[in-house]
């Protein structure tokens, strides 16, 4: 079945550490993004990939950083720039040639301690 | 600029009632209108889309939203919820081709079923 993978689905981080979170795709989607999610609060753009090799920054990119080296692939680094980690990750990848439509990933919940 | 507004942040409601989450939009250009369902500590699933056509559009479990373009409305309804529908929803505004990401997001909409 097709879909977005994200792992893994709880982390726990100290201070001063980088945390990189996994996400993959095998939905052929060239458009990747990254989400974080707070309680309450609606999503917040953090970065977004519209194809291999380029990404953009979103609303709150300061303190993560992404890659994408592969279609199927983008993973996000939470480094310890970033001074609020704590939230929950979504990933998503998006059918642009079609409807439009997003494809969500479960999620990962990060925890700094 | 297109924007979504989501009216309510929270709509509780008893169990076998009907139920409204309200979705506004703004937009210039032609229109696509999602609505999302995150239940607790998941990711977001697609409930509903309206793309072009019949401007009631039926989703999954029993929702269904109507476009309505003089009123810029898309709001989601359900004629009978039950506990399991509690969750967060999201009307979701893409722009093909849009600039930036071409995505807006309302804020959401936490909608509790009280037995």
């Known amino acids: 079945d097709g879909g977005i993978t994200q792992s893994p689905k709880y982390l726990f981080r100290k201070e001063g550490q980088n945390v990189t979170l996994s996400c993959e795709q095998n939905l052929n989607h060239d458009a990747m993004y990254w989400y974080r999610q707070d309680p309450g609060q609606g999503l917040r753009l953090i970065y977004y990939s519209q194809i291999v090799n380029d990404f953009q920054k979103g609303d709150i990119a300061e303190g993560y950083s992404v890659s994408r080296e592969k279609k199927e692939s983008f993973p996000l680094t939470v480094t310890s720039a970033q001074k609020n980690p704590t939230a929950f990750y979504l990933c998503?990848?998006?059918?642009?040639?079609?409807?439009?439509?997003?494809?969500f990933g479960e999620g990962s919940r990060l925890t700094v301690l | 600029a297109q924007s979504v507004t989501q009216l309510d942040s929270q709509v509780p409601v008893f169990e076998e009632a009907p139920v409204e989450l309200r979705c506004n939009y703004s937009s210039s250009v032609s229109v696509y209108l999602f609505w999302y369902v995150q239940y607790p500590n998941q990711g977001l699933q697609l409930l509903l889309k309206y793309l072009s056509g019949s401007t009631l559009v039926k989703g999954i479990n029993g929702f269904e939203a109507e476009f309505n373009k003089s009123q810029t409305s898309f709001h989601l309804r359900k004629p009978s919820v039950h506990i399991s529908d509690t969750a967060e929803y999201f009307c979701?505004?893409?722009?093909?081709?849009?600039?930036?990401?071409?995505?807006?997001f309302g804020k959401g909409t936490h909608l509790i079923i009280q037995p």
């Open positions: 998503a990848s998006r059918d642009r040639e079609n409807t439009g439509e997003l494809f």
């Open positions: 979701v505004f893409p722009l093909s081709g849009g600039g930036a990401d071409g995505l807006t």
